[in-house]
């Protein structure tokens, strides 16, 4: 069974960083790709950003590219989510999902509905 599990989220002040880590299980991590999702309240669950385990290819979205990376974590199956400068605007639920690899447009590695499988999500709050 595949699992994923978030964690390092909670409440920072503005500019301040933050470093979320998805770590799974179940599956071969390597032919996977781990994506990072977030969820304010009354929108939608929008892409953060996404690795392409197979090949090393990220992704991450325009509104947060100068201030968020995505890697490999030390742990074999961990993908973090480095988090600097936060913004009020970053407050929200932030979910990882695995899907397997492939090879696609941009688009598709920001989109929730190509991913199957999804953690429980974790609380990530900005103060400003």
């Known amino acids: 069974e595949i699992q994923l599990v978030e964690s390092g989220g909670g409440l920072v002040q503005t500019g301040k960083s933050l470093r979320l880590s998805c770590a799974g299980s179940?599956?071969?991590?390597?032919?996977?790709?781990i994506g990072w999702f977030r969820q304010a309240p009354g929108k939608e669950r929008e892409g953060v950003s996404s690795?392409?385990?197979?090949?090393?290819?990220?992704y991450i979205e325009d509104s947060v590219k100068d201030r968020f990376t995505i890697s490999r974590g030390d742990a074999r199956n961990e993908v973090v989510l480095q988090m600097n400068n936060v913004r009020p605007e970053d407050t929200g639920v932030y979910y990882c999902a695995a899907e397997a690899a492939r090879m696609d447009a941009i688009g598709w590695y920001f989109d929730p509905q190509n991913y199957d499988h999804w953690g429980q999500g974790i609380q990530v709050t900005v103060a400003s």
């Open positions: 690795i392409n385990n197979f090949d090393g290819t990220t």
């Open positions: 179940g599956f071969a991590f390597e032919d996977y790709v």
